[in-house]
Nanobody
């Protein structure tokens, strides 16, 4: 079993910063990628940022230049530094990992329980 646990959400004023962390634990053979998604009320879940095991990153246009994703492969951790936050960044942020549990297992997606980020104007 694989578990993802997010930390670091909260309430912040517009223009402020927050740092999200996600720890993966359990039976993990190899990560393909980890990332962050978010879902605001009434909206679909959307990609925020991803990072591959090789360190390649991808960001949603709406957060480029403001958010930075990083990972510590040895610790099975992924982080996201969020700066210049805007009210429209308010959402539940979910950690995602695409990984294989064993050498012979197919890669699949795992999700954390989500952490609330609220940006006040």
């Amino acid at each position: 079993q694989v578990q993802l646990v997010e930390l670091g959400g909260g309430l912040v004023q517009a223009g402020g910063s927050l740092r999200l962390s996600c720890a993966a634990s359990g039976s993990i053979f190899r990560f393909n990628a980890m990332g962050w998604y978010r879902q605001a009320p009434g909206n679909q879940r959307e990609l925020v940022a991803t990072i591959t095991s090789g360190g390649s990153t991808n960001y949603a246009d709406s957060v480029k230049g403001r958010f930075t994703i990083s990972s510590d492969n040895a610790k099975n951790m992924v982080y996201m530094e969020m700066t210049s936050l805007k009210p429209e960044d308010t959402a539940v942020y979910y950690c995602n990992a695409n990984l294989r549990e064993r050498l012979t297992s197919p890669a699949r997606d795992y999700w954390g329980q989500g952490t609330q980020v609220t940006v006040s104007s």
